[in-house]
């Protein structure tokens, strides 16, 4: 799943000239800051997007992140080409369309089919949680009275307590998978990031400022 070199930014962001940083290596699978910049601008492994400076909890979730993907590989739990296509159309309309998408890519650089990869594997990081955790969970009823408290609640109040419940369930569940899999695994941090490494090139605009932008 490692993506290449970028090597520098591309000319339209002439203010924004570094080298690409190896950020880590998982198994042989090699983290950039590539990886990092293109996952924060486009929501991708959880990332929200941010111009914030990269930091070491961020190599922390994209080594899991990879660690997770390699054993959705393993398990053959992969998405269909028209998932991957709805993804790739929704990551699009998150930044105000596919052409407002392949604009971002062709000034960063970017070869779309690369960072549709990463997409896929997206895909494939929340299927492996979906299909190896979230389904398995069990809410017990006197927890969720528990969260509830004394009284009546309405039944969207119930519904939302099981949720976030769940969640929590998955989360705890997937935090200790994931403390094995770090044991078991050969990983090298380079530490690049220090005390936080600038996004390799600017992030796209989000939708709702590219559809309200002046022409």
Request: hydrophobic fraction near 50%; charge should be negative.
């Amino acid at each position: 799943m490692a993506l290449a070199i970028v090597g520098v930014a591309a000319a339209g962001y002439a203010a924004t000239t570094l080298l690409d940083a190896v950020l880590a290596d998982v198994n042989g699978a090699t983290i950039a800051a590539s990886d990092a910049t293109i996952a924060r601008a486009l929501g991708l492994f959880g990332f929200r997007p941010s111009e914030k400076p990269i930091h070491a909890a961020d190599v922390r979730h994209l080594v899991d992140a990879w660690l997770i993907d390699a054993e959705a590989t393993r398990l053959q739990i992969a998405p269909t080409a028209a998932e991957v296509d709805d993804a790739w159309q929704t990551v699009a309309e998150r930044v105000g369309g596919m052409d407002a998408l392949r604009r971002w890519l062709d000034r960063a650089g970017l070869d779309e089919a690369w960072v549709k990869r990463l997409v896929e594997a997206d895909l494939r990081w929340q299927r492996f949680v979906d299909v190896r955790f979230r389904a398995f969970v069990f809410v017990p009823e006197e927890d969720v009275a528990k969260a509830l408290g004394p009284g009546s609640h309405a039944m969207d109040a119930r519904a939302r307590a099981v949720g976030v419940l769940r969640e929590e369930a998955v989360n705890r569940d997937l935090a200790s998978w994931l403390a094995d899999a770090r044991a078991g695994a050969a990983i090298r941090t380079t530490g690049a990031e220090g005390t936080g490494l600038p996004l390799l090139f600017p992030l796209p605009a989000p939708a709702d400022a590219t559809t309200t932008a002046p022409r």
